[in-house]
């Protein structure tokens, strides 16, 4: 399938893998690439030594492009905007901030920098940085969020800049693709349904609760600080928002999740984890290989796409 985001990043499928904190690492990344898609691998907050490892251990399993999901607002941002330098890496994504500062070297280095926005305002300042597509992603998607569904923000953004846009936020099978594209998306990203991926890393207690989730089965909490986060409902997310409704300060809410996204993820910790899984997760039922994930997908959405014409 081609669009401008697969001529644009040298893939088959117009598939990027989210970049989700202590998930998205080598094995995934790697993976999906290989598969036709775009892996990414998440910096979060890690040193320099462990991003340049997961390039270099990436880099041993597919001759494939991937990319590096930079945090802005890690205390390690500045040293991993010049390792993906270094490393020659293809693509960088970026969220939690505004990457026009590392920009210049980027370009001049031949990266393709597609950052995550949540807003028109955000994806508009993005061109004009010199971002080769923005990832507008609508909060029906797992982690950290925006306010604007991605049914509504896609055409918006769409409608505002000239560079590809990708969606994302609420996509997990060939019917969300072809409903992106319909809105003028040439791509999407999706992170929910590779948390089932095989190659994924995360505990098997994580795995199962996507899998078995129901469509009502996500909260956000953190509305009351300004930091909204989608997560799978468990006794945790419970205490949390009981605490919001009674007031509690933004210091004895962060105890509550403090280390528990990497609970979640390597300790199965089902009932105090923080599971981020967008909204989608009630249509994901099965765990599969990266290889089978995406070629289903494209069966789909080109079934989708060939009734509509």
């Not at 923005?134 to 998607?141: D, F, L, M, T, Y």
Request: aromatic share 4%; net charge negative.
């Amino acid at each position: 399938m081609k669009t401008a985001v697969t001529e644009l990043l040298g893939i088959q499928a117009p598939v990027i893998q989210g970049g989700m904190a202590w998930v998205a690492e080598h094995s995934l990344a790697s993976a999906v690439s290989n598969a036709g898609g775009l892996g990414i691998i998440a910096a979060a907050n890690a040193p320099y030594e462990y991003v340049r490892e997961e390039i270099r251990k990436a880099r041993e399993l597919t001759d494939k492009p991937f990319g590096v999901n930079i945090m802005l607002l890690s205390p390690y941002a500045a040293e991993i905007a010049q390792l993906v330098v270094e490393e020659k890496v293809s693509v960088v994504t970026t969220g939690a901030g505004n990457p026009s500062a590392y920009m210049k070297q980027w370009k001049e280095a031949g990266i393709k920098v597609m950052p995550v926005v949540a807003s028109v305002a955000l994806a508009r300042l993005m061109q004009r940085a010199g971002a080769d597509a923005v990832i507008a992603e609508g909060c029906e998607s797992g982690g950290h969020i925006g306010e604007s569904t991605t049914m509504t923000l896609i055409p918006q953004v769409v409608d505002a800049v000239s560079i590809p846009v990708i969606a994302a936020g609420g996509i997990g099978d060939g019917r969300g693709i072809a409903a992106a594209m319909m809105l003028g998306a040439s791509g999407v990203q999706m992170g929910t349904r590779f948390l089932v991926a095989k190659e994924c890393v995360i505990h098997p207690n994580y795995k199962e609760r996507v899998i078995l989730a129901k469509d009502i089965d996500s909260a956000v909490t953190g509305r009351s600080t300004g930091h909204p986060v989608r997560q799978l409902r468990n006794k945790m997310t419970r205490e949390y928002l009981k605490k919001e409704q009674e007031g509690c300060s933004f210091e004895e809410l962060e105890k509550l999740t403090l280390g528990s996204l990497k609970s979640a993820v390597q300790d199965g910790d089902a009932d105090y984890g923080s599971m981020m899984a967008g909204q989608i997760a009630g249509l994901v039922k099965k765990e599969q290989t990266c290889q089978e994930m995406i070629e289903e997908l494209m069966a789909e959405t080109e079934a989708v796409l060939g009734r509509i014409r």
